[in-house]
């Protein structure tokens, strides 16, 4: 019988083990409202923490998750997860929030709340703790192939903090050329000022690190990848409109090698859409994602409204804007997707 689930506010206590969007550094870079909230059994044990951000926009009061449910022991199980998530839906609705948004997109729960609207979506993991003899084999061979010719050309790959406006510059730059995309559309209004990119990169201190690829003096791409001991995210990444044929695959290739040497366990690809459209800009996205060897961890997003006239106006603004968030465009996919 699954044990009762009560949920408390509870003190920020994180450490490298937990993901990096668990940590305050993080939390407060998004919102000056965030903690995390607990969900203890009957005994009074901690089973569980949600970190969460409350961001303002206009007359709404949004809840936001950049991390699923955090386990902390054996045995919490789908059904008491489900118990905590009701709990902390009538926690936020108590507190005055209008809606619960979808998470971000590395974020993937295995179970939902009564009532939520949600998707399927996924994100490829790729496992650090391998060897680096292995993790080059597991990747696909025309990986192999572009990145050992991107070496033999000259791509130098660099990384540090002092490349972060370059890398700020070319992500605009590639956000502008997929001005259809939703996700591209999403991003694009978090980075439309570097100043506060900047701060948000610079706030995590030791945990993030920026890499470029270089040919002949032109920045081909980039990645911008927080971190901690658990995992490391693809977070934000961008390239010129012709890049040198191989320079993005060595890029990450070179990412996952320093980061495994810095002992962290995962590599994030930052979300992966279930079952693209064949030919699709995302199809393409998620292939050179698969192809550095990762398994496709599927789970769901979900929102949920918490004030209904507030929910339904902010709703509809979102489809003026963008055609809809990603529950929106995805949840049709329930269908003929479940998670595993």
Request: hydrophobic share 40%; proline share 4%; with cysteine.
């Amino acid at each position: 019988m699954a044990r009762t689930v009560k949920v408390v506010p509870v003190e920020i206590s994180w450490h490298s083990d937990l993901s990096i969007y668990a940590s305050e550094a993080y939390l407060r870079t998004v919102s000056d409202e965030y903690g995390w909230l607990g969900g203890s059994d009957g005994l009074g044990r901690l089973q569980c923490v949600l970190p969460y951000s409350i961001m303002r926009k206009g007359v709404f009061r949004l809840v936001r998750f950049p991390v699923q449910t955090i386990s902390l022991g054996t045995g919490f199980d789908i059904d008491e997860e489900r118990k905590f998530l009701n709990e902390a839906v009538e926690y936020f609705r108590l507190i005055g929030s209008d809606l619960i948004i979808p998470a971000t997109f590395n974020t993937l729960f295995r179970t939902y709340p009564d009532g939520a609207v949600i998707a399927p979506y996924g994100s490829y993991l790729l496992d650090l703790q391998q060897s680096e003899e292995a993790l080059w084999k597991n990747l696909h061979q025309k990986h192999r192939n572009v990145i050992r010719s991107a070496g033999k050309k000259g791509v130098r790959i660099l990384s540090g903090k002092e490349h972060l406006e370059t890398a700020y510059r070319l992500m605009l730059d590639s956000l502008g050329r997929s001005a259809q995309s939703f996700i591209a559309k999403m991003r694009a209004r978090l980075r439309r000022d570097y100043g506060a990119f900047r701060d948000q990169v610079l706030a995590l201190g030791g945990n993030v690190m920026v890499f470029v690829a270089e040919h002949e003096g032109v920045v081909q791409s980039c990645a911008v990848i927080p971190f901690s001991s658990h995992s490391a995210y693809y977070m934000h990444g961008g390239s010129i409109s012709s890049p040198l044929t191989g320079a993005s695959n060595l890029l990450q290739w070179e990412a996952i090698r320093e980061l495994r040497e810095l002992g962290v366990r995962y590599y994030d690809f930052f979300g992966a859409r279930i079952d693209p459209v064949k030919g699709s800009k995302a199809e393409g996205i998620s292939k050179f994602k698969e192809r550095f060897g990762g398994r496709l961890k599927v789970g769901y997003m979900w929102k949920m409204p918490l004030r209904p006239w507030k929910t339904r106006l902010y709703s509809l603004a979102v489809r003026l804007r963008s055609g809809g968030d990603v529950v929106d465009q995805e949840g049709y996919k329930l269908k003929h997707c479940c998670p595993s």
